[in-house]
C-alpha cells in the first residue's frame, strides 16, 4: 500500500500521559500536514511541514503539542499531559506541493485518541 | 481569513433522485475550493477542485459543483444518487500556497433504497 499511513489507529490514554503517533506520508510528497477532527466537526489545521521544516505551527492547539518531521520522510506529533478535551481524530495528510495550489491533499485514515 | 458554511448537517436522499449539498464560503482572496469525501474509517479523498478555470467541476463518481461568485456558494450535485454514495462530505476552502485547508463542518448524506 502506497498511501498515508498514521499509527497507532487507536490509542487510549490516562488524563496526563504523553502520547505519540505517527504518519509516514506517501513517498515522493515533500509537504506533511496534521490536522484534528473532533466528533461532529471538520478537521482543523494544526501545522505542516515542506520536508524537514515546519512552516506554520501558530495554529497548534497549546504548547502541549508538538510535531517533528527530522529528515524530511515520516513525521510524529507528540501531545504532553493529556487532556480529556484532547480526545479527538488527528488525521495526516501529504502533498506533492509543487506549483500553485493544488488542493490535493491525500489523507491518512487518522489515529484516534481516547483520554479517560 | 476564510471560511466555509455547510448549510446542512444531514441530508436524506432515495436513491436514484438527484443530490444537492450547499456550501457558502468567505475569503478574501481568489480561493480555491474543493470537495472532499470521508466514508466510515476511511481516510478523506477529494472529489473535485475549483481553481479559477472553469466554473463548472465535474469530480469522480459523477458529482459535479458550479463556483457562483456573486453568490459566494460552491454547491456539490449529483443527478441519481447510489446507495454508495452514502457519506460525510466537506467543502473546503484555500486561500494560500501553503494547502492549508479550512473545512466546513460537514454533511452526513443518507441514501434510502
Known amino acids: 500500500d502506497t498511501g498515508v499511513s498514521q499509527d497507532p489507529r487507536h490509542k487510549i490514554t490516562k488524563r496526563g500521559q504523553n502520547v505519540t503517533f505517527r504518519c509516514d506520508p506517501i513517498?515522493?510528497?515533500?509537504?506533511l500536514y496534521w490536522y484534528r477532527q473532533t466528533l461532529g466537526q471538520g478537521p482543523e489545521f494544526l501545522t505542516y511541514?515542506?520536508?524537514?521544516?515546519?512552516?506554520?505551527k501558530s495554529r497548534l492547539l497549546s504548547d502541549r503539542f508538538s510535531a517533528e518531521r527530522p529528515k524530511g520522510s515520516f513525521s510524529t506529533l507528540e501531545i504532553q499531559r493529556t487532556e480529556q478535551g484532547d480526545s479527538a481524530m488527528y488525521l495526516c495528510?501529504?502533498?506533492?506541493?509543487?506549483?500553485?495550489?493544488?488542493?490535493?491533499?491525500?489523507f491518512g485514515e487518522g489515529s484516534r485518541l481516547t483520554v479517560l | 481569513a476564510q471560511s466555509v458554511t455547510q448549510l446542512d448537517s444531514h441530508v436524506s436522499v432515495s436513491e436514484g433522485t438527484p443530490v444537492l449539498l450547499r456550501c457558502n464560503y468567505s475569503?478574501?482572496?481568489?480561493?480555491?475550493l474543493f470537495w472532499y469525501v470521508q466514508h466510515p474509517n476511511k481516510g478523506l479523498q477529494l472529489l473535485l477542485k475549483?481553481?479559477?478555470?472553469?466554473?463548472l467541476v465535474k469530480g469522480i463518481n459523477g458529482f459535479e459543483a458550479e463556483f457562483k461568485k456573486s453568490e459566494t456558494s460552491f454547491h456539490l450535485t449529483k443527478p441519481s444518487a447510489h446507495m454508495s454514495d452514502a457519506a460525510e462530505y466537506f467543502c473546503?476552502?484555500?486561500?494560500?500556497?501553503?494547502?492549508?485547508?479550512?473545512f466546513g463542518g460537514g454533511t452526513r448524506l443518507m441514501v434510502k433504497p
Open positions: 495528510a501529504s502533498s506533492s506541493g509543487i506549483g500553485s495550489v493544488s488542493g490535493e491533499l491525500f
Open positions: 473546503v476552502v484555500s486561500a494560500n500556497a501553503g494547502n492549508m485547508l479550512t
Open positions: 511541514f515542506q520536508n524537514e521544516a515546519q512552516l506554520e
Open positions: 475549483y481553481t479559477s478555470a472553469a466554473t
Open positions: 475569503s478574501s482572496y481568489s480561493p480555491s
Open positions: 513517498s515522493e510528497h515533500n509537504r
